[in-house]
């Protein structure tokens, strides 16, 4: 099987590797003008893969990729408008706390200062105090959230097609004892493959609430004593699924040739 993906350099060689390994064929490119007739898979990574394939698939041309819709991907790209969506949704309960302005009382700090729209955390930063008052929220762009204490933090792969998860993998990271942001400037000390995904239906919920039907997605989140809190959703192929892309792309494969497939969580990659 020829699989092309979408251009990102950091990801390139465990992509090879694990295609290949796979027994497929591998390729990476930039999407927007390639003859993709040639290829059985086309596996969007970025946001702007998306909107490369789309105008090509609205007309008619037959690409073999998953895309989300334009409005879900608009609005699990701002962090913002997503967690607005899960409260009206519901599902206010998942989404830590957020803040209009810096709270008054110091017992709530450290709280998180988020960009609406942002990759890897790499805008993201541990507020520790209350900051003056010339270090206003610019609502345009940020907001402020909740710090959750705690050493484990979750990710869940998930592939869609017509609203059915037809794929799933979780991993667990441990992250430092201390308030920081795991990303770009914080990586994970450690990470753990599940074998089983938890927290499926919920999952479920969440991606309905924000209309979220098609393609692939990464959920973000820690799990407290009796409540999972959601971070965001990357509407987006997420970095460390380049460890289980043979499994993936197996499921990815099946999805399109038989779209009525039932449901079937599929074993780890050896």
């Known amino acids: 099987m020829k699989v092309i993906f979408g251009a990102h350099q950091d990801w390139k ?3 090879r590797s694990g295609t290949e390994a796979a027994g497929h064929e591998f390729h990476m490119d930039t999407l927007g003008g390639l003859d993709l007739a040639a290829y059985d898979l086309v596996v969007p990574l970025r946001l702007d893969d998306r ?24 609005l699990c790209h701002d962090k913002l408008a997503f967690n607005n969506a899960m409260i009206r949704a519901g599902l206010g309960a998942c989404i830590p706390p957020m803040f209009s302005s810096w709270p008054a009382d ?8 988020k960009q609406r729209r942002d990759d890897w955390g790499k805008n993201s930063c541990i507020v520790p105090a209350r900051p003056a008052p010339c270090h206003e929220i610019d609502h345009d762009t940020q907001f402020a959230q909740a710090y959750l204490p705690g ?11 017509d609203g059915r998860i037809l794929f799933e993998a979780s991993i667990r990271y441990t992250m430092p004892d ?13 990470r753990q493959w599940q ?5 499926l239906d919920l999952s479920r919920r969440v991606l309905d609430a924000a209309g979220f039907r098609d393609g692939t997605c990464c959920i973000d989140y820690r799990v407290g004593r009796d ?14 699924l380049c460890d289980r892309i043979g499994s993936y792309l197996e499921a990815y494969k099946n ?6 497939r039932p449901h079937c969580a599929l074993p780890p990659d050896v």
Do not use: M
Request: charged share 15%; proline share 11%.
């Open 13 to 15: 060689t465990g992509l």
């Open 51 to 74: 909107a490369a394939l789309a105008p090509r698939i609205a007309r008619g041309e037959a690409i073999p990729a998953l895309l989300a819709s334009a409005e879900a991907e608009a």
């Open 106 to 113: 110091p017992d709530a700090y450290p709280v998180i200062l």
């Open 151 to 161: 050493t484990e933090e979750w990710a869940t792969h998930l592939l869609l097609r």
């Open 178 to 190: 201390i308030p920081c942001v795991k990303g770009a400037q914080t990586p994970p000390l450690g």
């Open 195 to 199: 074998g089983q995904t938890e927290h």
């Open 227 to 240: 409540q999972v809190h959601i971070f965001e959703v990357n509407p987006r192929f997420g970095g460390s």
């Open 255 to 260: 999805t399109l040739a038989a779209p009525q």
